[in-house]
């Protein structure tokens, strides 16, 4: 083993060399090579192994969130978007620009919900997070991962929007008089 590192300066040259001690097992957990002149509790030799480790770190938390063309990537998310919202009931408009105020506007039961759609990612704590979005310009957050859509209100609250047709069926079928007490209908 090489050893551990650290600099001795020389105040009149104002250069730096490399001194050696014996018996150190202070090596970066990416690339393997000693830690040199980091704090103690440092686990990488540099600031791109601990880029390239979170890099690595955060694929396998999302691993299909690789994708380095941003424009691929939000078409992609805005389709994703697009099929779960039909699955869930409603009838969708695309906006065919990229300029506009929302991505989708999404219809149902004669109401109309304007769609922001976000590339969001699991953290380490497994919480979704995306980008900050203006909450004036939409209706309901569309925050898209590898493998679901979460759907968030104007202040990042995590919404259900089946449960809301689910209320208002109930509330319909209660005002027609169908509704037993169990919870079952006629």
């Given amino acids: 083993m090489l050893g551990e590192y650290s600099y001795e300066r020389n105040e009149k040259e104002m250069n730096f060399k490399v001194v050696i001690k014996e018996n150190s097992d202070k090596f970066c957990k990416y690339c393997g090579d000693p830690i040199v002149d980091r704090m103690d509790y440092a686990i990488y030799c540099c600031s791109d192994c601990q880029k390239k480790a979170e890099r690595e770190k955060f694929l396998k938390?999302?691993?299909?969130?690789n994708i380095t063309n941003g424009g691929i990537q939000g078409c992609r998310n805005e389709l994703r978007a697009c099929s779960d919202l039909l699955e869930k009931g409603?009838?969708?408009?695309?906006?065919?620009?990229?300029?506009?105020?929302?991505?989708?506007?999404?219809?149902?039961?004669r109401e109309l919900f304007r769609v922001e759609v976000a590339c969001a990612h699991y953290s380490g704590n497994g919480n979704v997070g995306c980008d900050p979005h203006n909450p004036d310009n939409y209706d309901i957050?569309?925050?898209?991962?590898?493998?679901?859509?979460?759907?968030?209100?104007?202040?990042?609250?995590?919404?259900?929007?089946?449960?809301?047709?689910?209320?208002?069926?109930?509330k319909e079928k209660l005002e027609k008089g169908k509704y037993l007490d169990k919870g079952s209908y006629i």
């Fill in 90 to 109: 409603f009838e969708i408009f695309l906006n065919p620009s990229q300029a506009g105020s929302c991505d989708i506007v999404a219809l149902k039961d």
């Fill in 61 to 65: 938390r999302n691993p299909k969130n």
């Fill in 141 to 170: 957050l569309a925050a898209v991962t590898f493998d679901k859509v979460f759907y968030k209100d104007g202040t990042g609250k995590e919404i259900d929007i089946t449960e809301k047709q689910e209320e208002e069926e109930k």
